[in-house]
């Protein structure tokens, strides 16, 4: 059973648009989240991460936010470019390294 | 820094067969772990090692092996391969310390294809 869901599996987006990424978790022990980005045959890279004692992180045109009652978290990109096609992989830790990934949702950023 | 290292890139194995894949890190983590990619469910954690000689099974262990020798190399062998071993592999490494983020450095990936 996925403890971490990605219930959208695609995003189509126009450049310059705000790109959101939705993620929700259903085990409340978890206490750090982060998101990667993929590209195809390539490994996934890190791309920003949140503990739970923060509801917002931000870092430059990436910002994530957490809502701990809902057991939900969101990825925005603003503005979105195109090099931000990409696959984009929620991902959840109980404070230590086993990840536990959602399944992913594939941003494709129109010109 | 060549990062986390993994061969080969691709490979086909007949069913019954047996492989290890190779991982290797240059940057002195302690921790390295195995995930499987398949379509529609993400990346899940195979095993995973907090240090040299010390190993543990993650989500999806049975029907790979793993050991650590050193801290650089972390190889998953294929015992008998499966046609549901099928997928693509990735190896990831992180380090310990304080301020930790568990952000982890992945490879580039080895797709297997059993037949």
């Known amino acids: 059973d996925q403890q971490v869901k990605q219930n959208s599996p695609s995003l189509s987006v126009q450049e310059g648009r705000i790109s959101i990424l939705n993620c929700d978790y259903t085990n409340s022990m978890f206490d750090y989240f982060l998101w990667y980005k993929k590209y195809p045959a390539e490994g996934p890279t890190f791309l920003i991460s949140?503990?739970?004692?923060?509801d917002k992180n931000e870092d430059g045109r990436f910002t994530v936010f957490l809502n701990k009652s809902a057991k939900h978290l969101s990825l925005h990109i603003v503005p979105s470019q195109p090099g931000d096609s990409a696959v984009y992989f929620c991902a959840a830790s109980r404070g230590d390294y086993k990840l536990s990934f959602g399944a992913g949702t594939t941003v494709t950023v129109r010109a | 820094n060549a990062g986390v290292t993994q061969t080969p890139k691709f490979q086909v194995l007949k069913t019954g067969q047996s492989m290890t894949l190779q991982c290797a890190q240059d940057m002195n983590h302690e921790y390295m772990s195995w995930y499987r990619q398949d379509p529609g469910m993400g990346l899940r954690l195979i095993h995973y090692s907090v240090g040299a000689g010390i190993t543990d099974q993650g989500e999806v262990p049975n029907g790979y092996n793993v050991s650590r020798s050193t801290t650089e190399d972390f190889p998953l062998r294929l015992l008998s391969a499966a046609p549901s071993q099928t997928s693509v592999y990735f190896c990831?490494?992180?380090?310990?310390?304080?301020?930790?983020?568990?952000?982890?450095?992945f490879g580039p990936g080895t797709r297997l294809t059993v037949t």
């Open positions: 949140i503990s739970s004692i923060k």
């Open positions: 990831a490494s992180s380090y310990k310390g304080t301020g930790i983020t568990y952000e982890q450095y």
